[in-house]
């Protein structure tokens, strides 16, 4: 005899599972009103979400897409809830309103975890198995996990999302680490209007024969009996000895793909996905499990008018106010002022790169929560630069550890990281191999907090060596920093010599926000010449330094200044160098400001300085055109404007698409102290 389902398990499973298929329905019947704004509902696919949602803890983490609204109901949330988001009301809990229906956020304490989804397919996959490794991290490192019973990490994606490059560095990872992670694949065989028989070779489970390790189990998505089983089988499975599985759930797609894109507009199938609706068969079962048609029409309409109550309750909830959009860009940081001691008595004077890995040492001695990962950062090199030699040794594999050539893994997996409670620092090689990883700074680390309410801002470092010297050629010399300050919710620095470098990092590591901390080779062992400023007396261990403090590194003649006869350089990076060293032929006529942080900018401290000196020159490393130094120089001209002499320039290098190999292509490119002399001459005799 078949086996009997637990009751209670069973009647709460087809509530969820009526009250999901009333809120579609409902939904249609509101059209005009709901479509305001975009929605996608789980019709169909209710089965394996509700028997996935069901099994999750409080102290397990998920990640729904946006066909999950069943399974947002099984782990405990209201359709109340989810229609203030429908609505984008101010009390939506997960966004506040400012993001799309059945995109989660969630921090509850007696509810799984979710963090930030975008609506980006696949790329959740990163986040969320960044997750999974900070949760095996924890448990190596003996930091609380929390609860007595082990957590898992659940991933939803749906199948046409997996072929994407990201999900397979994610799949790979979960494989090569062991991960605690499961992905559910719900495949209802589309994409929007793309079918699976032109864009895909095999199935999901096709697909995991390429990560060994991943177990992966294909399933009737709309048998709840299956489902529940399966889904509990694994669940526990991951708890008891942790490795990663993929569950591949077949469903039909019964709603529109979402709300803007309509059904009837293209399927030819509709009919016959039709024939496999969960709904029915779960009816089926709860007939066959002693349920009575009765009792059954009792829950049906006992969801029925929850839903309907909770849409009049949501739609008579308050709208965001205009003021709601400032809140939580950015979380407050604890640092604001400099401490500790910058040039010790005594102290070693230290090479930048040096600085850096002091920086590093000092936070992983103090905080077993801090690790650094990236492409040959471990023991055999630590680190192409040597930015990180002897971290793995000290701290052990765990703790400093190559990744695969994944830089999208490497940028990504920080948000589950840091959601894991842990402060990840880690490193693409060069600038120039930071585009791979842009996709998840900006989808998914920027917003974080954001599009969170705050709830989950991202807690990272990331290092960027940057910057061109002695034919780096054309991907090993580029500067990236305007696109990377142009993606809102992120801070940005650029320090120009070890002390700044050591306490910024510092600042960094404390801040709650990510942080993009860009390092010029150039001056990792100020071997460049005229570049030995960057070489200073290493400060203290205690030595911080606040982002968004920029610092005036040289002043002109206060009689210079005042008889107008100056001029403010403002620059960054190695730009202070040059700068310096043209200042040297023009004795007491040049003011310099070092930026040491762009994004927060130190405007105060500009305008300031560029209204004394009346004369401003802007100057970067980066090809001018459309870049930050332009921008600012837009900015200072228009906030200074009655004080100035002379139009504000901003220089850089020429507008090439590339910094070509050859020794004398590449000074004709890239600005020097010499042309930035020619520069600072001409403003002067404006
Ligand atoms: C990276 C990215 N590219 C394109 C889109 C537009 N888009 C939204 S949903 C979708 C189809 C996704 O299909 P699938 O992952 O199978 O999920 P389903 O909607 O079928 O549940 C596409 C292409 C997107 N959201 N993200």
Not at 208 to 216: I, V
Not at 257 to 268: A, C, F, I, L, N
Not at 641 to 654: C, H, M, N, R, W
Request: net charge negative.
């Amino acid at each position: 005899m078949a086996s009997r389902m637990n009751q209670t398990i069973l009647k709460k499973a087809f509530m969820l599972m009526a009250q999901a298929k009333a809120m579609t329905d409902l939904y249609e019947a509101n059209f005009k009103f709901v479509s305001k704004y975009v929605h996608a509902t789980s019709r169909g696919h209710e089965a394996i979400q509700i028997a996935v949602g069901l099994q999750l803890r409080a102290q397990d983490y998920l990640s729904a897409y946006y066909r999950d609204d069943a399974l947002l109901l099984s782990i405990g949330m209201k359709p109340y809830d989810l229609m203030l988001q429908l609505m984008a009301k101010r009390d939506d809990p997960f966004s506040g309103g400012r993001t799309y229906y059945s995109h989660p956020s969630l921090k509850d304490p007696d509810k799984p975890k979710i963090p930030h989804q975008s609506s980006a397919t696949g790329m959740q996959a990163i986040p969320t198995t960044g997750i999974a490794m900070g949760l095996q991290y924890r448990e190596k490192m003996n930091l609380p996990n929390l609860q007595a019973e082990r957590p898992v990490v659940v991933c939803s994606l749906g199948d046409a999302s997996i072929t994407e490059g990201e999900v397979s560095e994610a799949f790979h990872m979960a494989s090569l680490k062991s991960l605690p992670i499961l992905y559910l694949v719900q495949d209802n065989d589309w994409d929007i209007s793309a079918h699976s028989s032109e864009i895909r070779k095999g199935n999901a489970v096709d697909y995991a024969k390429g990560f060994p390790g991943l177990e992966a189990v294909s399933i009737d998505g709309t048998d709840f009996k299956t489902c529940w089983e399966t889904a509990t089988q694994i669940i526990q499975e991951i708890r008891q000895n942790p490795r990663p599985f993929l569950l591949h759930a077949r469903v039909p797609l019964l709603n529109h793909h979402t709300s803007g894109v309509r059904k009837e507009w293209y399927r030819d199938d509709l009919e016959l996905q039709q024939t496999r609706d969960p709904y029915p068969r779960m009816i089926d079962l709860l007939k066959n499990e002693g349920f009575s048609q009765s009792e059954i029409s009792e829950l049906e309409s006992e969801a029925a008018d929850i839903v309907a109550r909770d849409f009049e309750t949501a739609r008579a909830a308050d709208d965001p106010i205009p003021s709601d959009l400032y809140l939580h860009a950015f979380a407050e940081t604890p640092v604001l002022t400099e401490q500790g001691d910058r040039s010790p008595a005594g102290g070693e004077e230290k090479v930048m790169v040096d600085c850096a890995l002091f920086a590093i040492e000092e936070l992983m001695r103090k905080h077993p929560e801090c690790l650094l990962y990236g492409q040959d950062v471990g023991k055999r090199l630590g680190g192409v630069f040597r930015e990180a030699a002897t971290l793995a040794e000290k701290f052990g594999d765990h703790r400093v550890f190559n990744t695969p050539i994944q830089e999208a893994f490497i940028v990504g997996s920080t948000v589950g990281m840091s959601a894991a409670g842990l402060k990840p620092i880690v490193e693409v090689q060069f600038a120039d191999y930071i585009w791979p990883g842009l996709n998840q700074l900006f989808t998914e680390v920027a917003r974080s907090s954001y599009l969170t309410m705050g709830k989950y801002p991202v807690s990272m470092l990331l290092r960027v060596p940057i910057g061109a010297y002695g034919s780096g050629g054309p991907y090993h010399s580029s500067s990236v920093e305007s696109v990377v300050c142009n993606i809102k919710g992120l801070k940005v620095v650029y320090p120009s010599n070890g002390a700044d470098l050591k306490g910024l990092i510092k600042a960094a590591y404390y801040d709650s926000n990510p942080v993009v901390i860009f390092e010029h080779k150039g001056l990792y062992w100020s071997k460049v010449p005229g570049t030995d400023a960057a070489k200073v007396i290493m400060p203290s261990e205690d030595y911080i330094l606040p982002l968004g403090k920029a610092a005036l590194v040289r002043q002109a003649d206060e009689r210079m200044v005042q008889e107008g006869q100056a001029v403010c350089v403002v620059t960054y990076g190695m730009g202070v160098h040059w700068a310096l060293n043209a200042a040297e032929k023009l004795p007491g006529r040049v003011s310099i400001i070092d930026l040491r942080t762009l994004v927060p900018l130190d405007t105060e401290l500009i305008y300031e300085q560029v209204r004394k000196h009346h004369r401003c020159l802007v100057v970067t490393e980066e090809t001018i055109e459309n870049s930050f130094a332009q921008t600012l120089a837009g900015r200072i001209s228009e906030h200074c404007f009655e004080y100035l002499d002379a139009p504000v320039k901003a220089i850089g290098s020429v507008n090439m698409p590339a910094i070509p190999l050859n020794a004398t292509l590449e000074k004709e490119m890239i600005l020097s102290a010499e042309k930035v002399l020619v520069h600072l001459e001409q403003l002067l005799n404006y």
